[in-house]
């Protein structure tokens, strides 16, 4: 017989045993442990057998997805809705292309909130005006975006040329894309295809996609901002998945754009609408506030109190509103300095066609709004030597070029 120690060292041990292999299992990616039952897969057929061996990757990215997880079959997204074109693939009819329209049988508030939005008729028409929409489309779109749609095609990209706006401006600004079954949007601008994660577009990078570069360098902001360095040393603490409406502080201590700018942290309501929490015009190059200013305004001061103190916030705000009101000013001269020229007749009609309208679309079009987006986003060196100090010397080269024109104007 065993003895009661050999008894007790053999249960402490078998505990012990189990209790490393619970803990083991726990710190597994969550991609291994979560993911949907293998019957699951297999009853998703035709469609899950044969992409496994043609592009397997859109499989397992679809296994590890929400979608995945909640049911969500192939032909709840690939079946074709009203108005849409459709193929014969293999044993099924599908649609030829997925659409907003798709998603929005299932995520109907978020596609009603996206239509409000920038990102919706907006984008597509900062590249190509307001051709490509119906009446009632630009009729919704003024309601809340005046002047932004219904608007001609943009001569800058004209001049670049079918090819760069194919691949280059409509990379972005086809998330806004009027789709011939009557909606506009292309989800996947932000979501990935298969993949379908939340904890993705909550990201910097997905954003930063966009928002990059010179003229909208929102994510080079954030990265120099204390934001984005939190953000990079404690994002292995964060809960990037938490469902939308029940995100709090302790699952991301430190924002990222979605936070901020859709998120329902806290109690706050979620939307997808990304011009709910802003206040001014900023992308402008004199930036006037919007008609829904203090609503706006008062929305993301909601946000930031989350983490912040009141009198820290509205410090923050006075300081930006102050860079904001002197980077207008210094657009302005340059603005008047402009018309003065073409009402002069030293330029010509056409535009992009002369050293000095190139400049002066730089002035604004890069360090205003560089100066502006730093100053509501904690970037202090946009601010200064990427904003005002590229502001102080494209203005005097601007001087320059518009005396020497005036000079040559009076030569005989």
């Excluded at 899950?48 to 032909?75: D, F, I, P």
């Excluded at 001014?280 to 006037?288: G, H, I, M, R, T």
């Excluded at 983490?307 to 002197?326: L, M, N, P, T």
Aim: charged letters at 25%.
């Amino acid at each position: 017989m065993m003895s009661f120690k050999s008894i007790f060292i053999s249960v402490f041990l078998g505990t012990a045993l189990i209790t490393v292999v619970l803990i083991l299992n726990a710190k597994r990616p969550a991609m291994e442990v979560d993911q949907p039952s293998a019957d699951f897969v297999r009853a998703m057929g035709k469609c899950a057998e044969c992409h496994r061996r043609e592009t397997a990757a859109v499989v397992h990215q679809y296994e590890r997805s929400e979608h995945a997880k909640h049911g969500v079959s192939c032909l709840d997204c690939h079946k074709a809705v009203e108005n849409q074109d459709t193929q014969a693939h293999r044993s099924f009819t599908i649609a030829k292309h997925l659409t907003a329209k798709n998603c929005s049988q299932c995520h109907t508030t978020e596609y009603s909130q996206f239509l409000r939005s920038r990102h919706a008729a907006p984008a597509w028409a900062a590249v190509l005006g307001a051709k490509d929409f119906t009446a009632e489309q630009i009729a919704f779109a003024e309601r809340y975006h005046k002047g932004a749609v219904e608007r001609p095609v943009n001569p800058l990209a004209m001049a670049e040329g079918e090819s760069a706006i194919d691949v280059g401006c409509l990379g972005c600004h086809d998330i806004g894309k009027p789709n011939p079954d009557g909606s506009i949007g292309t989800c996947t601008a932000c979501h990935a295809r298969h993949s379908s994660s939340v904890a993705l577009a909550r990201e910097p990078e997905t954003c930063g996609q966009c928002h990059m570069g010179p003229d909208h360098s929102q994510i080079e902001i954030y990265h120099e901002s204390k934001h984005g360095v939190l953000y990079n040393a404690q994002k292995s603490e964060m809960n990037l998945k938490a469902p939308p409406k029940s995100l709090t502080t302790a699952d991301m201590t430190v924002p990222t754009c979605v936070t901020c700018h859709l998120s329902g942290l806290d109690g706050l309501n979620v939307t997808h609408d990304t011009t709910e929490r802003l206040s001014y015009w900023l992308f402008a190059a004199v930036s006037e506030k919007r008609p829904t200013y203090q609503q706006g305004q008062d929305a993301m001061k909601e946000t930031c109190l989350k983490c912040h103190a009141s009198s820290q916030v509205e410090i923050y705000y006075q300081e930006a509103e102050g860079v904001v009101a002197d980077t207008n000013r210094k657009i302005s001269e340059a603005v008047v300095l402009m018309k003065s020229l073409r009402e002069d007749g030293l330029l010509t009609e056409t535009p992009f066609d002369e050293p000095i309208e190139f400049l002066y679309f730089d002035l604004w079009h890069y360090y205003g709004r560089t100066a502006k987006h730093g100053a509501f986003m904690g970037g202090a060196d946009f601010v200064q030597w990427h904003g005002n100090y590229e502001l102080l010397l494209k203005m005097t080269e601007l001087k320059r070029i518009a005396q020497e024109l005036r000079e040559d104007a009076t030569k005989p």
